[in-house]
T-cell receptor, first 114, second 113 residues
Framework: NAGVTQTPKFQVLKTGQSMTLQCAQD?????MYWYRQDPGMGLRLIYY???????DKGEVPNGYNVSRLNKREFSLRLESAAPSQTSVYFC?????????????FGDGTRLSIL | AQKITQTQPGMFVQEKEAVTLDCTYD???????LFWYKQPSSGEMIFLIY??????QNATEGRYSLNFQKARKSANLVISASQLGDSAMYFC??????????FGKGTLLTVNP
């Protein structure tokens, strides 16, 4: 019962390098999300996809792009990594728009940019 | 816009005692939901409990209950009979009609033996 799977779990990049964080869910959920977590800041939404074929900006989208590849997969791309993007990144999914549906999270990707 | 405020950066509780973690919210939505998540030191986010804005009864899930006071815009999490494994960061979140959740900054709970 995998749930939400994120790869990689850890990554170190140099400033200016690009990288794609992968996320896949096997729960047949419609909505998917990318968050970043920084100390003392809680979780902040980067981008989300309410359903297959749609993506929307969240609170902190600058420097990131996303692709909803299919219903299962939602990737996050850093085109030119900056030290300010050092963070823990979480992917989440949710069955649908009903208020009572919780988001289910992956285990996170710890990303360091030197 | 939605906002969550968790005013307690850290809390301490003795094992087997109850503890209340505070959460206040602000929203312009008429219908909304409140969620609590637990993040242990291992890092994963674990969903604990949900309360809908129109639910008349406070939500309960095992040792977790949500003290929902709509007029005060508060949704406090109560953990009864604390266990050492309850030591973790706890996040309150609010969701409305737009698919998104807004999280608070969290409260770090430490359970002492």
């Amino acid at each position: 019962n995998a749930g939400v799977t994120q790869t990689p779990k850890f990554q170190v990049l140099k400033t200016g390098q690009s990288m794609t964080l992968q996320c896949a869910q096997d729960m047949n959920h419609n909505s998917m999300y990318w968050y970043r977590q920084d100390p003392g800041m809680g979780l902040r939404l980067i981008y989300y996809s309410a359903s297959e074929g749609t993506t929307d900006k969240g609170e902190v989208p600058n420097g990131y792009n996303v692709s909803r590849l299919n219903k299962r997969e939602f990737s996050l791309r850093l085109e030119s990594a900056a030290p300010s993007q050092t963070s823990v990144y979480f992917c989440a999914s949710r069955r649908g728009p009903a208020l009572g549906q919780p988001q289910h999270f992956g285990d996170g990707t710890r990303l360091s940019i030197l | 816009a939605q906002k969550i405020t968790q005013t307690q950066p850290g809390m301490f509780v003795q094992e087997k005692e109850a503890v209340t973690l505070d959460c206040t919210y602000d929203t312009s939505d008429q219908s909304y939901g409140l969620f609590w998540y637990k993040q242990p030191s291992s890092g994963e986010m674990i969903f604990l409990i949900y309360q809908g804005s129109y639910d008349e009864q406070n939500a309960t899930e095992g040792r977790y209950s949500l003290n929902f006071q709509k007029a005060r815009k508060s949704a406090n999490l109560v953990i009864s009979a604390s266990q050492l494994g309850d030591s973790a960061m706890y996040f309150c979140a609010i969701g409305g009609s737009n698919y998104k959740l807004t999280f608070g900054k969290g409260t770090l709970l430490t359970v002492n033996p």
